[in-house]
């Protein structure tokens, strides 16, 4: 093979090698740029978790109770002089909260509370109907001590 050739040949490879590393390097900056949806779910699900805790630490104008603590009066049926019941007044807050936080941010949600009769109806939505999530959606749920062997479930879900 004359001198030419090979010196032809050696180019074209060195052209081909180069070629295939902008390829690779062009893949490696596409999925390095693109955010991935473990860091958003991830974001989320500690959104979830904060204003969850948040949400049962806030004080109220009601005796400077804090929700927690009115979630509680209401799971024990104890009668307290607010603006209504701690029941009413546990629930209008709630909604108020993540109506001026989650809702305006436009994040979908779903607030729900299980674990005892009296509280079951608090929960709170985006939507008018209720259960906004029914796809993917990062939950957190939160248990509150109401009395020793008696807990209730605090569930937020955002879409």
């Known amino acids: 093979m004359p001198a030419k050739n090979k010196a032809q040949m050696e180019i074209m490879g060195l052209a081909i090698i180069i070629l295939l590393i902008g390829i690779g390097l062009l893949f490696a900056l596409q999925y390095a740029l693109k955010p991935t949806p473990t860091v958003q779910k991830t974001k989320e699900s500690i959104l979830a978790a904060n204003l969850l805790t948040t949400l049962l ?10 929700i927690k603590e009115l979630l509680q009066d209401t799971a024990l049926g104890r009668p307290i002089d607010c603006p209504g019941t701690p029941h009413d007044f546990a629930k209008a807050k709630i909604s108020f909260i993540l109506d001026n936080s989650l809702k305006k941010w436009n994040k979908r949600y779903d607030f729900s509370i299980e674990g005892s009769d009296a509280t079951k109806d608090i929960t709170s939505s985006s939507t008018q109907r209720g259960k906004a999530c029914t796809g993917e959606r990062e939950s957190k749920t939160h248990l509150l001590t109401i009395t020793p062997g008696f807990d209730i479930s605090l569930k937020l879900d955002i879409c």
């Open 57 to 66: 630490n806030t004080n109220t104008e009601c005796h400077k109770r804090m």
